[in-house]
């Protein structure tokens, strides 16, 4: 895997027009030993929702090995996702990343694409 994606709450913003219960900071790192240039981000919704997929920020960014590059988005941009597991940073060549979660968080993560919700969740 060349990027890693992770996801984390925006941190205090306190120079920001919008709260932060509202933000969520994504990062691409790239981990590899060659240049990947990022061309966007984006959420995978589920097939019910005939959504699919969406565009949430257009990037022209090359990440260097080892470097990285983070996105501030609104929840309301992204239509109140339910799960942030479902963004992907998308590179170049088309290649999707999504962030790395624990083989059931996988599972679970597949479930919700294919059926719009998992079993046994609330």
């Not at 589920?46 to 960014?61: D, H, K, M, Q, S």
Request: aromatic share 12%.
């Amino acid at each position: 895997m060349a990027v890693k994606v992770t996801w984390t709450r925006a941190p205090s913003c306190m120079d920001q027009e919008v709260a932060c219960k509202t933000r969520v900071r994504v990062t691409v790192t790239n981990t590899e030993k060659t240049a990947v240039k990022i061309c966007e981000l984006g959420a995978r919704y589920p097939r019910r929702n005939r959504v699919g997929i969406i565009t949430l920020e257009t990037w022209e960014v090359v990440l260097e090995p080892k470097t990285e590059a983070s996105a501030y988005l609104d929840i309301h941009q992204m239509r109140s996702l339910p799960r942030y597991d479902i963004i992907f940073a998308k590179s170049d060549n088309g290649r999707k990343y999504y962030p790395d979660v624990p083989f059931f968080s996988r599972i679970k993560r597949f479930l919700w694409w294919q059926l719009g919700f998992c079993p046994g969740e609330n």
